[in-house]
């Protein structure tokens, strides 16, 4: 504590608290997202008990535009990819770099929201909407709701893109682990579109 500025420095910031391990941004994304676990968890869970529930219940290839899908699980794959480069080279010193990597990680997330849009026009000229079947009540809600987390995930990104990237120039180590929390943030997203793409798409 510094007694003459009056100013308090918040501990473990960049260096690990002695009881986790861990410094204080990465305990609180970990704690975050086993609370995301178990949203998609009893998402999945009422996905597979209304299911194995329903005689009729279609397959989603059947249904569903699989090829959009497709694309768009390889582009976040590529984007969880660009986001480890980014903090890479970050913990490198190579800030030029790092934000090239950000930015291109902003980019997938972007094509990503774009497919997906293009794929509920798809849905909606067809005539499917939430209100169709329990099948598309469970595809917009959880893709839906995915999608959101992908936007949340952009607009971190586009702030330390942006305005955010000052603190490279006072804080380096702090802007690093700023970056590494929202790419664990983006690994969550990506890994529960791993497990909806084939549950909705491909069963």
């Known amino acids: 504590m510094d007694h003459a500025a009056g100013h308090v420095e918040i501990p473990y910031t960049v260096s690990p608290r002695p009881d986790t391990g861990l410094y204080n941004g990465k305990l609180g994304i970990w704690l975050f997202l086993a609370s995301e676990v178990m949203l998609f968890g009893a998402l999945f869970s009422s ?7 329903s005689p009729s219940w279609p397959h989603g290839w059947e249904e569903l535009h699989v ?7 390889f582009v976040l794959i590529m984007s969880s990819v660009t986001v480890v480069l980014a903090w890479a080279n970050l913990r490198l010193g190579n800030f030029k770099l790092g934000r090239i990597f950000i930015g291109v990680t902003l980019l997938c997330g972007l094509v990503f929201m774009g497919i997906k849009a293009y794929e509920y026009s798809l849905s909606f000229a067809h005539g499917h909407y939430p209100s169709t079947s329990d099948f598309f009540a469970i595809y917009f809600t959880m893709t839906g709701l ?6 949340g995930g952009m607009i971190v990104f586009a702030y330390f893109l942006g305005p ?9 180590a702090r802007f690093t682990n700023r970056i590494e929390i929202v790419g664990l943030y983006w ?17």
């Open 164 to 172: 955010g990237s000052k603190m490279w120039h006072t804080d380096r």
């Open 187 to 203: 690994h969550f997203v990506d890994l529960v579109w791993i497990f909806l793409f084939p549950t909705l798409y491909l069963l």
């Open 47 to 53: 996905l597979i008990l209304i299911r194995t529930g």
């Open 146 to 151: 995915h999608g959101l987390h992908v936007l």
């Open 67 to 73: 090829v959009p899908a497709t694309i768009n699980t």
